[in-house]
């Protein structure tokens, strides 16, 4: 159990729901279940032994899956996109099989597209990394950082990062928001995880506005980080955007260009691979190490990318 895999569209990841610690763990263990090849989602026979395992439960163990269980009925998901906002029940069907203490469930049809055949803006993540959090803001905190894990840090409006949360009205004074929601957190994710995390806050003049969060993977082995790599990112059709294609970069060092690509950027409108692309054309006949001098070149700009970006842009316009 604690090895299957969660897989979920990064728009599901920052909907709105405000679910119990527990009912995330059985919606969670229950997407690690399902066929995510499949049209339609395939109807999940979940065990009660297992949900016991998974939530740590006591006393009348199944009358108290059963009601967790239940209450999901009445449980929605407000998801946000361009072209529309989405409020959709989580499942639509719960079964209970008598005297064997099996569970059918099925997933509502409107979460098919953030669920099933997912191949690009998705995250992923092991079960196991879910199974001992202690808090319930910690599995949503844990899901939206993870979805930055590869650019080490993410950035949030204060107000926003309490909407996501169903926290709007709530802890108003910072002290108690950060005693009771981001200290909390940070210690269950940092112990119980595979990433450890920090945060600082963003303040504009004596306010604060925003959150900052530094995100470092634990014990990352080179192999895994790769196949990681590889599994989520088209690394050669990005060292093609970034003029790299007859350079000898691995996954990593492409990444780590294109990480530092984004830090440079900052909140600029920029189109990251034509930054990396003015760089590597500036120094690719000045240097022996090419892939420090362009990481040098990235953080200085040597090739004076970003005001040739823009300038460009606004032509075009």
Known sequence: ??????????????????????????ILYAVSKLNR??????????ETREFIK???TTGSRYVEIKKIVTGLMKKQVSIETEESDLVANWVSSIKYIK??????LEFSENLIPYLLQLKESFTRYELKNILYLKNKYSIRIYELLKQYE??????????????????????????????????PVKEDLNKNTDINISYKEIKKGR??????FKIEPKNQDEKMYIDFLNDFYDIKNMKLKMGLKNENFSPTQVMALYEKAVEMAGNEDVDLFEYIRLNYLHIKDKARNKYAYLL????????????QISVDYYIKR
């Not at 159990?1 to 990064?10: G, H, I, R, Y």
């Not at 729901?17 to 527990?22: A, G, I, R, T, V």
């Not at 005297?99 to 059918?104: F, K, P, W």
């Not at 040098?296 to 005001?307: M, Q």
């Open 1 to 26: 159990m604690k090895n299957k895999l969660v897989v979920k569209a990064n728009k599901l990841i920052e909907a709105r729901y405000n679910l119990s610690l527990n009912e995330q763990k059985i």
């Open 37 to 46: 090849e499949k049209e339609k989602f395939n109807i999940l026979e979940l």
């Open 54 to 56: 998974l939530l740590g």
């Open 99 to 104: 005297n064997t203490g099996e569970i059918e």
């Open 150 to 183: 590869i650019i080490g840090k993410r950035e949030f409006e204060l107000k926003e990062f309490k909407r996501i949360l169903f926290l709007e009205n709530q802890y108003e004074r910072i002290y108690d928001f950060r005693r009771f929601v981001l200290e």
């Open 207 to 212: 306010k604060i506005t925003g959150l900052l």
């Open 296 to 307: 040098k070149a990235l953080e200085n700009d040597y090739a004076s990318a970003i005001g």
